[in-house]
Nanobody, 124 residues
Framework: QVQLVESGGGSVQAGGSLRLSCATS????????MAWFRQTPGKEREWVST??????????TSADSVNGRFTISADSAKNTLYLAMISLTPEDNAMYYC???????????????WGQGTQVTVSS
């Protein structure tokens, strides 16, 4: 049974940084893509970043809105996914969700496994 548990959210001032973690169980990173999504009240959940891990390395992609500020990474030995966020702005306020799927992680419609979310609040 796949389980995803996020942590690391909190409140920061604009320009600050946070690192989110997602502890996973029941999956092998090499067989799944892993991703972060975020959602604010009244808006659709949006994709943030995806990583695919293989025995020879990993590849990642990110949304234009966070490219250069957010970095996704994975530690297979710890079964943990991370999202390092710098230069945060109030536009980054959202509930952040960890996600996993065997085939595709770039769309809410395709992702099968979700965490419960961790809140990020950025004040101006």
């Amino acid at each position: 049974q796949v389980q995803l548990v996020e942590s690391g959210g909190g409140s920061v001032q604009a320009g600050g940084s946070l690192r989110l973690s997602c502890a996973t169980s029941g999956l092998f990173f090499s067989f799944y893509c892993m991703a972060w999504f975020r959602q604010t009240p009244g808006k659709e959940r949006e994709w943030v970043s995806t990583i695919e891990v293989s025995p020879i390395g990993s590849t990642s992609t990110s949304a234009d809105s966070v490219n250069g500020r957010f970095t996704i990474s994975a530690d297979s030995a710890k079964n943990t996914l991370y999202l390092a966020m710098i230069s945060l702005t109030p536009e980054d306020n959202a509930m952040y969700y960890c996600a996993a799927d065997r085939w595709s992680c770039n769309s809410v419609s395709y992702v099968k496994y979700w965490g419960q979310g961790t809140q990020v609040t950025v004040s101006s």
